[in-house]
């Protein structure tokens, strides 16, 4: 989960910001805290108590603290974060610049415009950072992003592949097995045969001519399979150990 402060003194637009984060997180299936803060001197307090967010949202014109203030005081403690600096005011730009910590800066008047890209990059900065591998299916009806670390197997269902994750949930995706190996590219997923692909994490036995998962389900195939399955799931489990 992540943890992302908003901090504007202007009410309205605070809250309608809220409402647009939440908004973007529960349609991309992200977990976050967001915290709302119309007072900087609380969001200060935070800071000063070494309570920190992964990113914060800052005006830069507030009374008690600025958003350069408190963009100050992250710099100086060192704190490795990511600031997105919004403003109806453009004069701070260079100097906003001049901090490692911002990671965007955008002009309230077009928030809408610009903000969605700078979310969509900081998640997949943390993403990235965490090791997790997004996967996104995406057609003219709608888009679907998932973690291939949730996902136990994948199988061919006709013209469709099914992502069967630990939760129990599935996700369908009109494409080959083979194609969506290929747009894996996960060692932590290998391909059983022709029907399945499997991720090694979620293995609990395997044997002569099955292999069985953690959520209890069974995959036959052929003795050969099997083995190199096998194989790959000694040398999987050995590189962890």
Not at 11 to 21: G, H, P, R, S, W
Not at 24 to 34: A, D, G, P, Q, Y
Request: net charge negative; proline share 2%; aromatic share 14%.
């Amino acid at each position: 989960m992540y943890r992302i402060a908003i901090c504007d003194d202007d009410n309205k637009f605070a809250e309608e910001l809220y409402d647009y984060i939440k908004g973007f997180c529960s349609r991309n299936r992200i977990e976050v805290f967001l915290k709302l803060y119309t007072d900087s001197d609380e969001l200060m307090d935070m800071i000063e108590n070494r309570k920190f967010y992964d990113l914060y949202i800052l005006d830069i014109i507030m009374p008690a603290y600025s958003g350069m203030d408190l963009l100050e005081f992250l710099r100086i403690r060192s704190v490795t974060v990511d600031v997105i600096l919004l403003t109806s005011y453009t004069d701070y730009a260079v100097d906003a610049c001049g901090y490692p910590q911002v990671f965007r800066y955008i002009p309230k008047g077009v928030y809408r415009q610009r903000l969605e890209q700078a979310l969509n990059d900081f998640f997949a900065k943390m993403e990235q950072a965490q090791g997790r591998k997004p996967y996104v299916i995406h057609n003219s009806h709608r888009s679907v992003k998932f973690y291939q670390e949730d996902v136990v197997y994948i199988y061919k269902d006709g013209k469709y592949t099914v992502f069967v994750k630990r939760t129990g949930e599935e996700e369908r995706e009109r494409s080959s097995l083979s194609a969506v190996y290929t747009k894996l590219q996960n060692a932590d997923m290998i391909m059983l045969d022709r029907c399945y692909i499997v991720n090694l994490l979620y293995i609990s036995r395997i044997r002569p001519n099955e292999v069985i998962l953690e959520n209890g389900d069974l995959l036959r195939t052929s003795r050969e399979n099997v083995q190199r399955v096998k194989d790959a799931f000694s040398t999987y489990w050995g590189e962890l150990i």
